[in-house]
């Protein structure tokens, strides 16, 4: 295998839970975003894609790329000819984005707290977004306000299970080998809009009548066994913070144990996990 996880956490992960949320997501984006990118680019991009379809982006059309991350879903809206604004919470991602898309506009903002006028964007895009939100309706107001009538808004969030396998695997070996009850900041449910049902009531409460939430089918293309540890120890939030605070020893048994999960996965020479999103789409009356 590759280096050896290192035995102290990092300092995020030694008072992540005497953060809020909201800081918590923050200061640990500053962190993961180049780790995310490359572990994540074989994937996210896929849904990002499918957002922009069921969004239907078109030339001229002005859209807002919410927690842009790479700037997967803005560069997918920039080929469509779109006029695109991305936005993130963390200085480090909005400065990933500027080098994955040159070109197109990045800057700091918050997903709840829109610093846009009403009715501005013909189409809103949150690329995995609302897991990582505090307060995920009020983003979803938020997103509302800033569609012009008939604008559309389209979301994508992790299935759960199975379908999303990679997190299946990740908590399943903690739960065999370390701690599953790290304090962390307390947040919403990670799966909450795996649900069809959830996302169909949490768009009418937002005040789009006319919604549509079905599964996408993708998977998460890996060129080793340990690549899925290395993704989440150090390109993701909660689940990184959670592994990061493992005792070492603990922490080298959920490691071999996900490698050897991963090899059931193998297709050719690389392996396949299925990693099933739900996209969900709103039209503003």
Known sequence: MPDEPRSKAPTLADYAAELDFKDFEKQGWEQAARPYHKGFA???P???QALVREAAVSPGQRVLDVATGPGYAAAAASLRGAR??????????VALAKTQAPGLEFRLGDAEA?????????????????????????????AYRVLKPGGRLAYSAWAKGAEAVGFQLARQAVA???????????????????????????LAAAGFP?????????????????????????????T?????????????KI??????????????????????????????P
Do not use: C
């Open 42 to 44: 074989s994937l996210t």
């Open 46 to 48: 896929l849904t990002a």
């Open 84 to 93: 695109v604004l991305g936005i993130d919470i963390a200085e480090a991602v």
């Open 114 to 142: 829109l610093e846009l006028p009403d009715h501005s964007f013909d189409a809103v895009l949150m690329n995995f977004v609302l897991m990582h939100l505090g307060d995920p309706d009020k983003a979803l107001r938020e």
């Open 176 to 202: 065999l080998h370390g701690n599953a009850e790290v304090r962390l900041p307390p947040g919403p449910d990670f799966f909450r809009f795996a649900d069809i049902g959830e996302n169909l009531r949490s």
């Open 210 to 238: 006319d919604v549509r939430s079905e599964v996408f089918q993708q998977f998460w293309r890996l060129s080793e066994p340990d690549e899925l540890f290395q993704t989440f120890i150090h390109g993701t939030v909660r």
């Open 240 to 252: 990184g913070a959670l592994l990061r605070a493992q005792d070492p020893a603990a922490l080298l």
């Open 255 to 284: 490691r071999a144990h996900l490698a050897a999960d991963v090899t059931r996965y193998k297709v050719g020479q690389e392996y396949l996990l299925p990693m099933a999103a739900l996209v969900t789409v709103g039209v503003k």
